[in-house]
């Protein structure tokens, strides 16, 4: 399997991910094929594909922010099981994120991700098993995320200013016994990230302002 890195809205590989992103995820998660252009020129925007046998069968989206010392992964795509598709996936970024922090001459604190709460929401994710909302949780939580204890919304990216729920945002920490981030870090990764988004719901505006009035928010399990 090989872990190759996307660019170009033009490389045959991006548009097989592109419609492996709409044949999995629900519409307000995935960013318009033409715009798409913009962040893979950005340098510090890492998407890569994981192609087995001339087919793109997963894919991952993340970024390292070296003044904050944290990195985000935007999503991880499974297409196929039974290929070890998730862990390969998992190691291969794994090893690219602290690459990153070693260049940037600092220690990543850890990762941040949006993690469906399927109790929430009721997604099927194309069908695919590994992606089952249920699945991915549970993996995810033995793989060390937690949930950070706020109540999580999200500007939509279909661009058309609405929130997005059922999703808790979490955090990969470097060292597992940590129980709590600073408010001030959070809010900062979150305006920074979601600076591509100008049009933001009021309930998104509301929630930076509660943890903007807070010192620090726990770290809970999922």
């Not at 500007?155 to 955090?171: H, M, N, Q, R, Y």
């Not at 959070?186 to 988004?197: I, N």
Request: contains cysteine; hydrophobic residues 40%.
């Amino acid at each position: 399997m090989e872990f190759i890195r996307i660019q170009s809205i033009h490389d045959p590989l991006f548009t097989s991910m592109h419609q492996l992103m709409q044949s999995i995820f629900p519409p307000e998660e995935v960013y318009a094929f033409e715009k798409w252009e913009g962040p893979l020129e950005d340098d510090s925007i890492h998407i890569y594909v994981a192609v087995h046998q001339d087919e793109v069968v997963g894919a991952t989206e993340y970024r390292y922010y070296p003044q904050l010392r944290v990195a985000m992964t935007d999503f991880t795509i499974i297409g196929r099981a039974g290929l070890g598709v998730g862990r390969f996936l998992m190691k291969s970024r794994e090893k690219d994120i602290a690459q990153l922090a070693e260049q940037s001459g600092t220690i990543s604190q850890g990762m941040f991700a949006e993690i469906y709460n399927p109790l929430a929401v009721n997604y099927d994710f194309g069908g695919i098993s590994p992606m089952n909302p249920y699945v991915r949780r549970e993996v995810l939580s033995h793989i060390g995320y937690k949930k950070l204890d706020l109540a999580y919304v999200h500007p939509s990216w279909e661009e058309d200013g609405k929130a997005v729920i059922g999703l808790d945002l979490c955090f990969l920490p470097q060292e597992d016994s940590t129980s709590e981030l600073p408010a001030n870090l959070v809010v900062t990764f979150l305006k920074q990230y979601y600076s591509a988004l100008p049009d933001k719901p009021d309930e998104w505006h509301e929630m930076i302002q509660r943890l903007s009035a807070i010192d620090n928010i726990a770290l809970l399990p999922i």
